[in-house]
């Protein structure tokens, strides 16, 4: 077990938290989707609360070690002052002179700021401890809240912890116990529902499934390449030609580990990728020339009938290409019997997925969805993340 933020007191200390404000943002830098953020305020309004200085510490992008003026943080620190209803300070920098000027400026208790864009500094990613020593010096206590990064041994989530008392936040102790007794402790029946564009972002997850679950239902063009090795005609739907071995491999070993194997048996067909596109449904089999973009009505039946009696399920991966609204119909009717699934837990992985149940205004009726892309992939497939595995054990 790891220490949390209710170990520490927090009282006029200055409290660093690690958050992932690594939000969406369109060409004009407003935020698409803040989840992100909303899913860190109880860890902070919980600081406030206590009285605790808030110092509030995030990457967003890929900026590459040097300033980017469209990844700075300022809208997500808009964004969080709407949210809060108060000032949010916004930080020139992570480290240096002037931001403990800025710092300064927070005053004695209850107050928010927050630094700007970490991988502004090339040290955050090669995880410099010099650098983790100067951001430590903005706090007294480090907190991690930032579950989706939690897969890189950065310096704001690894290093750091090196130079002050840690522990978890809220979000990220949520995410360790909705994911973590899945994988761990899982109420049976035990379904997961994979899908996505490839098998190999997650031969990983499939093995480490394996091992847990009772049924693995394959979608999206993730099924294709399991189809062929089930010798389907899969016409000129995606498939990955070097993974065959590979998806021969995880059958066998599903099936000496009794694990059910679920693939489509019809599907959503084009011949081009298009919304406009004149559509046929086929299955198995899919024709010549014609590509499998979701699954198909046979398939939707037996799946959502498979889920009845479920008591756990973790889904990762769409069932079709669902940004395009004719092929969304797959992955809304997965989304919707898990929705209205009574007595189980239901956890949703994976920053596509999330974004796809979000987008059907479904979120909220899931027992969880991760903040996590990469991470969650990682603790699915079983991996320690660097940045749980850091923090002060109670
Ligand atoms: P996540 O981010 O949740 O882990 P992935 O990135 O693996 O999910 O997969 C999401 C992508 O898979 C989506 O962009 C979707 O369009 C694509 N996809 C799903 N089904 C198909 C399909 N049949 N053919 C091509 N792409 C697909
Ligand atoms: C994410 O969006 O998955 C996290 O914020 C991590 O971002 P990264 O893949 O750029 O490290
Ligand atoms: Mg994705």
Not at 288 to 305: C, H, M, N, Q, Y
Not at 362 to 381: F, P, Q, V
């Amino acid at each position: 077990m790891k220490k949390t933020l209710r170990d520490f007191d927090l009282g006029g200390k200055r409290v660093l938290i690690r958050v992932d404000f690594n939000v969406p943002l369109d060409k004009n830098l407003n935020i698409t989707d803040d989840s992100r953020i909303r899913a860190t305020l109880p860890t902070i309004r919980h600081a406030l609360e206590k009285g605790a200085r808030v110092i509030l510490m995030s990457h967003l992008g890929r900026p590459d070690g040097k300033p980017v003026s469209s990844m700075s943080l300022s809208p997500a620190a808009k964004r969080l002052s709407e949210l809060l209803g108060m000032e949010v300070i916004q930080c020139s920098d992570c480290v240096g002179p002037r931001v403990k000027e800025e710092l300064r400026d927070l005053g004695g208790r209850s107050s928010v700021a927050l630094l700007e864009n970490l991988r502004f500094n090339p040290d955050e990613e090669k995880n410099t401890p010099s650098f983790a020593q100067e951001l430590a010096e903005n706090g007294d206590i480090y907190i991690n809240d930032a579950f989706g990064s939690s897969h890189r041994a950065h310096a704001s989530i690894e290093g750091v912890t090196r130079f002050l008392p840690s522990g978890a936040g809220f979000l990220l102790e949520k995410e360790i116990r909705y994911l973590g007794e899945a994988m761990q402790n899982p109420q049976k029946p035990f379904v997961a529902i994979l899908g996505g564009s490839k098998v190999s972002d997650k031969i990983g997850v499939v093995e480490n499934l394996i091992a847990k679950v009772d049924t693995i239902m394959i979608g999206g063009a993730m099924a294709y390449t399991f189809l062929k090795v089930r010798g389907v005609e899969i016409g000129n739907s995606k498939y990955e030609k070097d993974k065959i071995d590979l998806a021969k491999k995880i059958l066998d070993k599903a099936a000496a580990a009794r694990v059910e194997i679920l693939l489509p048996v019809d599907h959503v067909c084009v011949q081009k990728v298009d919304e406009n596109a004149v559509v046929k449904i086929e299955g198995p089999s899919i024709s010549a020339g014609w590509f499998g973009v979701d699954i198909g009505p046979k398939t939707i039946e037996l799946f959502t009938r498979q889920l009845d009696s479920a008591k756990t399920v973790v889904w990762n991966g769409p069932m079709g290409i669902f940004e395009m609204k004719p092929f969304s119909k797959g992955s809304y009717e997965i989304a919707e019997k898990l929705a209205n699934l009574k007595g189980a837990t239901t956890v949703v992985g994976g920053g596509d997925t999330a974004a796809c149940v979000a987008g059907f205004g479904l979120g909220d009726k899931m027992s969880h969805i991760s903040t996590g892309g990469g991470a969650s992939l990682e603790y699915l497939e079983g991996k320690a993340l660097p940045g749980i595995a850091a923090l002060e054990d109670k």
